[in-house]
């Protein structure tokens, strides 16, 4: 056994060697073989979680008016195509009025066009007719459609449309602000009674079940990752979240030389909050290397080795390590591809070199 270690750093090689070990501390003792492999290494790097705008909508009104009821509050949680809001107005009842008229004139021209179309097939009248009606028609179609579009724009609906048709009529002017998805009211600039002009924002609704998470990371290790890898979203205090790459900026920041990065993550839970900061971590599993167990590394009189199994016991050997992960480490000096290491029973070994010393003193 070496009596001591150098006070500079050693040279790679035998520092102590355990010829003996108890049978019972030897069935303990597991050992693996130095090989090349993927050694995850993991990048981490501070990020935010901030909406996924897919899933933010701004309900603002589309024509003017007052507002005759509210149904929601802030906070509230609502449902697609449920009412928010009721506002009274004069310009719908207007366009009401030009659709009725409307449909009514295309239902005249139609079924005039339908006439003549019978007639010139029996020889009665002239194509001119012909031409004429079905121009009529033509237009009036336009007419109506073009005022239908402009109430389907307002949020008016198709079936609300038809019982329009049917004689049924908006009561008092009004018209609903729906949600036009599923989510929590977090903005309200609506009271009841209030003027509104077309464009004015009422609510802000948003679904927090699936968020984006932000981060930056140096570009060198951008580089190392691709859209679709696998990462972990890693809140304070709670438990990670496994998440997708989804994007990797084409330009670097110009401040930072730093690519931002964004993962989408699922949230049904709501345990993230967008704003808060958060940690992310990619695992890197690009680069083969010699590479044992993390298990295996121990520190021996302020020097950090390996134990390696030889045919007469086994030798504690200085190491220098490189990237860890993944429960491995990279080995850049000190040991060779298909050596054997122990992986289990290192402390048994280091009690018998520290029994060894005390008997030769």
Request: proline fraction near 5%.
């Amino acid at each position: 056994m070496t009596a001591s270690l150098p006070d500079l750093a050693p040279s790679p090689g035998q520092l102590f060697h355990v010829d003996y070990v108890p049978e019972q501390a030897r069935q303990r003792i597991r050992i693996e073989e130095v090989k090349e492999r993927l050694t995850p290494h993991s990048v981490s790097a501070p990020g935010n979680v901030a909406l996924d705008l897919a899933h933010v909508a701004k309900v603002s009104s589309r024509i003017p008016g007052q507002v005759d009821k509210v149904m929601v509050q802030l906070g509230d949680r609502v449902t697609k195509d449920q009412p928010l809001a009721a506002v009274e107005s004069m310009r719908l009842d207007e366009l009401v009025q030009e659709y009725l008229v409307a449909k009514s004139k295309l239902d005249v021209a139609s079924s005039n066009f339908k006439r003549t179309k019978q007639l010139l097939a029996e020889n009665i009248i002239s194509q001119r007719r012909f031409l004429e009606d079905r121009g009529q028609q033509i237009e009036t179609q336009a007419v109506y459609q073009h005022v239908r579009e402009k109430l389907l724009n307002m949020g008016l609906s198709q079936q609300e449309l038809q019982q329009l048709e049917h004689g049924s009529h908006l009561e008092g002017h009004k018209y609903l602000l729906r949600a036009p998805l599923s989510g929590t009211v977090v903005s309200q600039q609506i009271v009841l009674g209030q003027g509104v002009a077309a464009g004015d924002e009422f609510f802000e609704i948003v679904d927090t079940s699936r968020v984006w998470v932000f981060a930056n990371l140096p570009i060198e290790q951008a580089r190392r990752f691709q859209e679709g890898d696998e990462g972990q979203v890693l809140p304070r205090g709670g438990e990670p979240i496994t998440a997708r790459l989804t994007y990797i900026a084409p330009v670097a920041d110009a401040t930072t030389r730093t690519i931002r990065v964004r993962f989408d993550v699922e949230n049904p839970k709501g345990r993230l909050k967008p704003n808060e900061y958060v940690e992310v971590r990619l695992i890197d599993q690009q680069h083969p290397a010699l590479s044992i167990p993390l298990s295996a590394l121990t520190m021996l009189d302020g020097v950090r080795g390996v134990f390696v199994q030889r045919d007469n016991g086994y030798d504690f050997v200085f190491v220098e390590t490189g990237r860890e992960g993944g429960g491995l480490v990279e080995i850049t000096r000190g040991l060779k591809l298909g050596e054997h290491v122990v992986t289990e029973g290192v402390f048994d070994l280091k009690n018998a070199i520290m029994k060894t010393s005390i008997q030769g003193e």
